[in-house]
């Protein structure tokens, strides 16, 4: 299947969502004032590292459901429901609540490994960046699911990687956006 504008342009708002979620929101202005602090340019490496991270992270999975042979009938009922579950669940903040609190150990935990890496400069917040892309996958879950189920029904790696690409650019936007907009503002780092 060839991904049409559309479907790109609903990968890059699945991004944007992903980022804009009740639970990465709260948490960027801890992330954004550190990053501010390191260096004046160490937003847009903590916003590249975490797009690059979604990316990946995106992408080996659609693939991996590709190599592993799963039948694509099945795989777009699974979709479809997951699409609409997800659905629900960003539209409901009761099931976006107690989504986050299923979710939240293994957030708790890359936290945790987050607070132990260097933050200095642009490399470390590059690094922060890419792990909060792994650790804010269960979090973002509903719109990083509804990606993935679309770039798995790709049938050329290299569409499903700029599928995923324009995910993770659509998640770092947010990020490099509220950052400058509190430079600007002159709120304190």
């Known amino acids: 299947m060839d991904f049409g ?81 997800f659905g629900l669940i960003l539209i409901s903040a009761p099931l976006q609540q107690r989504f986050a609190t299923v979710t939240s150990g293994i957030g708790n935990a890359g936290n945790a490994f987050i607070s132990k890496l260097a933050l200095d400069g642009l490399k470390g917040q590059f690094i922060v960046g890419l792990a909060l892309g792994i650790v804010w996958s269960p979090c973002v879950g509903p719109t990083l699911g509804a990606a993935i189920v679309l770039a798995s029904r790709g049938s050329h790696l290299p569409q499903v990687a700029l599928l995923m690409a324009i995910f993770g650019l659509g998640a770092a936007l947010p990020v490099g956006v509220i950052a400058y907009l509190c430079k600007r503002l002159g709120v304190p780092s």
Do not use: M, Q
């Open 5 to 85: 504008v559309g479907s790109y342009g609903f990968g890059f708002l699945a991004g944007v969502l992903s980022t804009l979620s009740p639970c990465v929101l709260p948490i960027l202005p801890i992330l954004l004032g550190s990053a501010l602090a390191a260096h004046r340019k160490a937003p847009l490496a903590l916003a590249a590292g975490l797009a690059l991270s979604y990316a990946v992270i995106g992408t080996t999975l659609a693939w991996a459901g590709a190599s592993l042979g799963v039948d694509l009938s099945g795989l777009r009922v699974v979709g479809a429901v997951l699409l609409a579950a």
